[in-house]
């Protein structure tokens, strides 16, 4: 070990616990929704060793890996990443961005994505909580902590693309706060699901199946904004989703966390660490006409 890391990690250990409720939490976030480049975001963040953000004067209780499954959005990532990382600086939060992009070609996959996320994040450290998050989505609360409970916390229970409602009873998509454990408990997302709808509903099925009762945000917690877009080319409706969705469960051993047919590349890039991931699109084919 060198002097210098001897030395951070005796300054982390004297450092006292960070107070469950930060200094100023309930000042109101303030959006801001103005386009920003990963580069200008970079002049604003200057890089963290291993993209890691700490709390100043304290230590974090979690580490957080936030996992952003990605493709061909730009300018909401950017608009993202500008409002989460004020928002979880003020959370006092202990955490690091994977974004996991899908190269390009392709339907995009985003269960599969996820897993990809989980799988890198997981590999380049001990991280204690995930957080996956969409990236449309931001959070217009300051106290919708980014933190693991018990049981995993649904965060994104008041979408303004939904009128700040669950669209209905057992919708877990957008954004959710789950432990390391819980989610390979669960065999993480299913792989299956090409193009959109249905993988969140797989994912509430893997929850229920092992009794994880998912928590939520109340709809003044869960509020999230929605950054609109039209229809992504690379994302139709996947016609097969009710098939998939309807032998979930029996899936969930085989199809998941621990059987991803990808190749990922991770680079650090300014503010994220950011994950190319390439999917094998011939093992799915196969596994599609099974
Ligand atoms: C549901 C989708 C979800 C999506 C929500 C909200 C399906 C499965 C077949 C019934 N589920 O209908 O994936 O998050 O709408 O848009 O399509």
């Known amino acids: 070990m060198t002097k210098a890391t001897t030395e951070r990690l005796f300054n982390m250990m004297l450092l006292p616990t960070c107070p469950d409720k930060p200094p100023n939490i309930l000042e109101p976030v303030k959006l801001n929704l103005t386009n920003i480049s990963l580069d200008e975001l970079q002049t604003k963040y200057p890089s963290h060793p291993g993209d890691r953000y700490r709390p100043e004067g304290c230590r974090s209780g979690q580490r957080l890996a936030v996992v952003i499954p990605y493709r061909d959005r730009k300018q909401h990532l950017g608009i993202l990443l500008n409002n989460l990382i004020p928002f979880l600086k003020k959370q006092q939060a202990d955490f690091t961005i994977f974004v996991a992009e899908q190269a390009p070609g392709g339907t995009f996959n985003r269960g599969l994505m996820i897993n990809a996320g989980v799988e890198a994040a997981l590999e380049a450290d001990n991280f204690t909580c995930l957080v996956i998050h969409d990236v449309d989505l931001i959070p217009e609360t300051s106290d919708n902590y980014y933190r693991c409970r018990k049981k995993p916390l649904h965060l994104s229970t008041a979408n303004a693309k939904f009128d700040y409602k669950l669209p209905y009873q057992g919708y877990v998509g957008g954004n959710i706060a789950i432990t390391p454990s819980q989610y390979k408990r669960i065999n993480g997302f299913s792989n299956l699901y090409f193009g959109w709808g249905g993988e969140d509903d797989d994912f509430g099925q893997r929850m229920a199946t092992f009794g994880l009762r998912v928590e939520r945000n109340t709809h003044v917690t869960g509020r999230y904004y929605a950054q609109s877009h039209g229809k992504d080319k690379g994302n139709p409706i996947n016609p097969k989703r009710n098939i998939l969705l309807g032998k979930a469960v029996g899936r969930l051993k085989t199809d998941g966390l621990l059987s ?26 196969r596994t599609a006409r099974r």
């Open 260 to 285: 991803t047919h990808v190749n990922t590349t991770v680079s650090h890039r300014s503010v994220v660490t950011l994950l190319t991931v390439s999917i094998d699109t011939q093992f799915y084919a």
